[in-house]
């Protein structure tokens, strides 16, 4: 969509060996053109809008799921009051079916209302879907979770973990920022988000550069990927990514899955924010010697800090076993509790 961004490399005929073997290592965007294309619901989003969604109602139990509903003014960006202390969208609670209605319903308006339901977990509430449109490359545990709405944009925003989207109905644009460009994106509150991470304060369509300068370094290391139904793109841990619906009636299905073979034992991220409230506003000689030890145990070769130590004897600083992860919540539960 923009000419000044460069572009998600594209791959083609990609499969699970090559997806683990070429792509993975990589730890980058990858567009995976025709991924999907022979899945049933794509085929049906390829006849019409009214084909998809009857697809998708066909496999519909009922269950009600959330959804956002911003008015026609929004144009689609959800986002915050201009005092942040709210949103300028409200939630609904509805059956797929009823949203799918509603979103054929506004289709043919010039200025709609601002719509979409996201990470709907497909097994959960269409369980034919799932049997029927699916892929072998994800990761282990991976489930599918449903995106359905009009032209919706989801703020650029990061995930703990890997994804692949793929693109059911409609057109999308994901951008892409590297996860370093954290200093660069100006994000806003932790505390009180839209659906779990943090976002960009800066509007990527229109950049206010004399308020957020720093962003044009960013805009510098931007990657862009144009999907069309059937597409796929692989999201890398951690990269930042804003997602624009181009269509009246756009259907997306996303895959999370943990990074490495063991579940994480905590949130790194509100590790952050633990810190952020012990460490950041000490005075700047003792968060140099916070910086130093952060660096000796956590981002140096933090196994030899404890190599002196017998293996039995490291307590908390050897390796993480299920029982000892047990032990350290419980120590910093207590310490939470004061």
């Not at 990609?14 to 991924?35: M, Y």
């Not at 939630?91 to 719509?115: H, K, T």
């Not at 709405?149 to 793929?166: L, P, Y």
């Amino acid at each position: 969509m923009t000419d000044g961004f460069f572009k998600v490399r594209e791959w083609h005929g990609v499969d699970r060996a090559r997806f683990r073997s070429e792509i993975v290592p990589l730890r980058r965007p990858a567009i995976l053109r025709g991924l999907a294309k022979d899945w049933p619901a794509v085929q049906a989003s390829l006849q019409s809008p009214e084909a998809l969604c009857d697809h998708i109602r066909a496999a519909d139990l009922g269950k009600p799921v959330p959804a956002f509903l911003g008015p026609p003014q929004i144009k689609g960006r959800f986002w915050y009051r201009d005092d942040l202390r709210g949103l300028n969208y409200q939630q609904r609670i509805a059956p797929i079916g009823e949203l799918l209605d509603v979103l054929l319903s506004v289709r043919e308006e010039a200025e709609p209302p601002a719509f979409y339901a996201g990470a709907i977990p497909v097994a959960e509430n269409c369980p034919t879907f799932a049997r029927d449109n699916a892929t072998d490359i994800v990761g282990e545990g991976a489930s599918p979770r449903l995106w359905i709405g009009n032209r919706a944009t989801v703020s650029t925003h990061f995930d703990m973990s890997e994804n692949i989207a793929v693109v059911v109905g409609g057109r999308r644009c994901f951008t892409f920022f590297p996860p370093e460009q954290v200093r660069n994106l100006y994000v806003g509150p932790f505390d009180f988000t839209f659906a779990g991470p943090p976002v960009s304060m800066v509007d990527l369509r229109a950049p206010d550069l004399e308020r957020y300068p720093r962003y044009a370094e960013a805009m510098a290391t931007a990657e862009e990927a144009d999907l069309e139904p059937g597409d796929a793109v692989y999201v890398p841990y951690m990269w930042w990514h804003q997602v624009e619906a181009l269509d009246a009636v756009n259907v997306l299905v996303n895959y999370w899955w943990n990074v490495g073979e063991r579940a994480w034992p905590g949130s790194p991220f509100k590790t952050l924010m633990h810190a952020i409230m012990t460490i950041r506003d000490l005075p700047k000689r003792e968060r140099d010697i916070w910086h130093a030890w952060f660096d000796h145990y956590v981002f140096g070769q933090a196994h030899d800090a404890v190599a002196h130590l017998p293996a039995g004897g490291r307590g908390a600083l050897g390796d993480m076993t299920p029982e000892r992860v047990a032990a350290v919540k419980q120590y910093l539960m207590d310490e939470l509790r004061r």
